[in-house]
């Protein structure tokens, strides 16, 4: 049994108080070698659909406040080989110590566990984890879907169709059996229902690795409604990519880096410290390049310090004393001088995986390794992330917008930002491109890209007047793009949008829907 096995076990058994929750918590959580005690929500999470109301009642005895923004919907794919055979360091597969989970993953994870339950079919996913953010009380109006696990793009490649708008339980019941009956439903009807319904989705992420990241997949991924790409770069040194047989080179990741750019998509690399055959230097040297080198230059990025996972041809390299991982304080040392120099149009995701350290033989051994970092290490990241909003008090009166103009992958690119000069606060930005290769008949040599609009803020539900992301920095952002567009004798904008954001541009900034972009003449 595992943490949460036992603690449902227990709490079927008894009642408990406030107090000897908590203590039942930090018990379970010591004997599972839990980093840090799961809230109530995490722990409804982790419960079956029909048990929540019951552990709900148990767990929470004051009300939820009602979370409202993107809610993230993650799928997992179904556990299956990688064309090009496996990275020596990845976890998880067919035949895995942990049985068969979907490459890269351990079977673990809460969204692993939740493709299981569901026999990874995807829309049963989706509606499973809309089911628990009704059961939650969370608004989730707006979700965000993150397609997981080994090469997706290799796969037959195939999404359910859109997501609709019920929030009752027996109301999503029926409509899925009512989308499941709906024979004949095209992927192109689905999304048109999508743009106007109660649940929308504004984003939708893929991942995949740069071989199977060219023209063929970026249009395939267009088609199905996806605005983001992760990128599995990994590396920016051939004979390392090759000595982990990553089954791609260097010069296919930037191959992909600049079709899938110049077709709108937001890419997140991901990089990996400590690799075999880098040590400090060269590693550091390395992710400088990416900054540094416009065939590079990442909108997002994740770092993943390489672990040790059982049963990965790494695991037996480290046995056999030919590998050894960075730990710990070389991992943050490394990544400090990162952070020290990243440009203001990068956001660094994350500098960790999501996969709890106690599935991992070796490597980095703190779950919280971002908050070692910043505790440790006195650095002014000057990334996306690090100037968020969160919470600080924006003086309204002093917001500018700022262009950061930088060459990527042959094209340009305007990084427009509205941001509080005083306090160093990003309140969003928009990504403007033009791009080096007119890939599809919607993008013409005179037209430019928009790739991504953000405006943070109190995140509300749509329609709600009020809150900063209906405060027009949005439109006014997206005016100031058309502008930069115009004075470089561009004729057009394309924006690369979310099914459930199309609705917004069409209203709000009179675009129109081409292909799977919406576009406006200038
Ligand atoms: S491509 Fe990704 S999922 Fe596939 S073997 Fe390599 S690390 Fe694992
Ligand atoms: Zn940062």
Redesign the pocket.
């Known amino acids: 049994m595992n943490f949460y096995q036992e603690l449902f076990a227990e709490l079927l058994q008894k009642q408990f108080n406030e107090i000897a929750l908590t203590k039942l918590k930090r018990s379970l959580a010591l004997k599972h070698q839990l980093e840090t005690i799961p809230s109530n929500i995490d722990i409804l999470l982790h419960a079956e659909i029909k048990e929540i109301p019951l552990f709900k009642k148990k767990l929470i005895t004051k009300p939820v406040r009602t979370i409202s923004g993107v809610s993230p919907v993650a799928i997992m794919t179904r556990p299956d080989?990688?064309p090009?055979?496996?990275?020596t360091?990845?976890?998880?597969?067919l035949n895995s110590p942990w049985g068969d989970v979907?490459?890269?993953y351990t079977g673990h994870e809460p969204a692993t566990m939740r493709g299981m339950r569901n026999n990874y079919d995807s829309y049963l996913q989706v509606m499973n984890r809309l089911e628990q953010y009704v059961l939650l009380g969370h608004t989730f109006d707006k979700i965000e879907i993150i397609v997981m696990?080994?090469?997706f793009t290799a796969t037959d490649f195939q999404l359910p169709g859109g997501l609709h708008d019920e929030r009752r339980i027996d109301e999503i019941k029926t409509e899925l059996l009512s989308f499941k009956q709906r024979k004949t439903t095209t992927l192109e009807a689905e999304q048109h229902i999508n743009e106007t319904a109660a649940v929308r989705c504004v984003a939708l992420c893929i991942?995949t690795?740069p071989d199977w990241g060219f023209l063929e997949q970026g249009n395939e991924m267009l088609r199905q409604g996806c605005t983001r790409v992760e990128l599995?770069i990994?590396s920016v040194y051939d004979d390392v990519l090759k000595n982990?047989?990553?089954?791609h080179t260097t010069a296919d990741s930037k191959k992909s880096i600049q079709i899938l750019r110049d077709l709108g998509f937001k890419i997140n690399f991901h990089y990996m410290p400590g690799l075999p055959l880098t040590d400090r230097e060269r590693d550091i040297q390395g992710m400088k390049q990416l900054f540094s080198d416009p065939d590079y230059r990442p909108d997002m990025i994740k770092f993943y310090p390489t672990m040790v996972a059982p049963g990965t041809a790494l695991f037996h390299q480290w046995k056999q004393g030919q590998f050894t991982p960075i730990d710990t304080t070389e991992a943050a040392e490394r990544l400090v001088e990162i952070k020290k120099i990243v440009p203001e149009y990068c956001r660094i995701q994350r500098i960790q995986r999501d996969v709890p350290t106690k599935y991992w033989e070796a490597g980095v051994g703190l779950t919280n390794f971002r908050q070692f970092i910043h505790q440790n290490y006195n650095i002014q990241c000057r990334c996306i992330r690090c100037r968020e909003p969160k919470g600080k008090n924006i003086n309204w009166a002093n917001i500018q917008i700022k262009v950061t103009e930088y060459d990527a992958s042959r094209g340009k690119e305007f990084f427009i930002a509205a941001e509080d000069s005083q306090t160093d606060t990003l309140l969003g930005f928009c990504r403007l491109r033009f791009p080096f290769q007119y890939l599809r008949p919607e993008i013409t040599p005179a037209s430019a890209l928009i790739r991504e609009l953000h405006v943070y803020g109190t995140a509300t539900a749509i329609g709600d007047e009020g809150l900063v992301q209906h405060k027009g920095w949005g439109k006014r952002l997206v005016e100031k793009a058309e502008e930069l567009a115009r004075q470089h004798g561009k004729d057009k904008i394309v924006v690369i949008a979310g099914v459930g954001v199309r609705q917004y541009y069409q209203d709000k900034l009179g675009y129109q829907i081409e292909g799977p972009y919406v576009k406006k003449l200038l």
């Open positions: 080989k990688c090009h055979g496996k990275c360091f990845c976890p998880g597969g979907p490459q890269s696990g080994g090469t991942e690795k599995g990994e982990v047989h990553r089954g």
